[in-house]
């Protein structure tokens, strides 16, 4: 669309890569006055799209995300990208506060332990690797393909290591066996799975949301102790926990352009 047929049409990047991303996007098209652009960082390979108004790649860090809010006009930045997805979320903090448009985090809120749970937190995947050989034997690991790597020396332990996409040819992956799926995932399943491979602890970044937190339930039936990886901490600014405080954001953002 051109950028000057509709001078009170606001156009809203959102940082996706999320279930709540996609949701966020569909509500919006419903909203009158906004058109609603997204953005994938590409590292799926078969990324659900949902609209052709969306651009999938990188921007090449912080002063190419800015040169291309100005270029498209972008008026309000949400991120709900992924809340490991640390790198971009602070490259769009800085990009928004170079250009100075507001910017929203989307962000749901981590899972929490509850009764029965047998966590070991930790900060860092490092910090996982570090005590599964006094830990397990096998290993439930439950990270993505990016950071493989870390556990990639473990050679005396076994993985089932499951992932949407499968790793590069050339990454280090440890020992094991490689399930590629795409959540959300069944709490009968997953229970099975833990059975059938005989884990006896998991690895888990604590994402939140309940497309994986089966895996969690599953874990505390069973007593298999989980390593959760924590949060790192998020850029200061504008924060919401779900869709409808999203839309909110919104409204109140957008009521200054339509008086």
Not at 81 to 88: L, N, R, W
Not at 127 to 139: K, M, S
Not at 167 to 196: I, K
Request: hydrophobic share 45%.
């Amino acid at each position: 669309m051109d950028f000057n047929s509709n001078l009170n049409l606001k156009r809203v990047l959102i940082l996706g890569g999320t279930g709540d991303a996609r949701e966020l996007a569909d509500r919006m098209d419903e909203m009158p006055g906004v058109e609603v652009m997204t953005s994938l960082a590409g590292r799926t390979r078969h990324p659900v799209v949902r609209s052709p108004q969306t651009r999938i790649g990188g921007f090449g860090g912080v002063a190419g995300l800015s040169q291309y809010l100005r270029e498209q006009h972008i008026d309000l930045l949400i991120d709900a990208t992924h809340p490991f997805a640390e790198q971009i979320s602070g490259n769009a903090a800085e990009a928004a506060a170079a250009v100075g448009i507001p910017r929203l985090m989307l962000m749901r809120p981590g899972w929490e332990r509850r009764e029965g749970d047998c966590w070991i937190e930790v900060e860092s995947h490092a910090d996982a690797a570090g005590v599964l050989p006094t830990l397990a034997q096998r290993i439930f690991l439950t990270i993505g393909r990016q950071e493989l790597a870390a556990f990639a020396h473990l050679q005396d332990l076994w993985f089932l290591m499951r992932m949407i996409d499968p790793p590069s040819p050339d990454a280090a992956v440890p020992p094991g066996r490689l399930l590629l799926e795409r959540g959300p995932f069944d709490l009968a399943e997953e229970r099975s799975l833990l059975q059938q491979y005989k884990i006896g602890a998991i690895v888990s970044k604590n994402s939140g949301g309940d497309a994986t937190y089966a895996k969690i339930i599953a874990a505390r039936e069973l007593g298999i102790p989980v390593v959760m990886i924590q949060r790192a901490p998020v850029p200061e600014g504008d924060r919401v926990a779900d869709v409808e405080g999203a839309l909110a954001w919104l409204k109140n953002r957008l009521s200054p352009f339509n008086n």
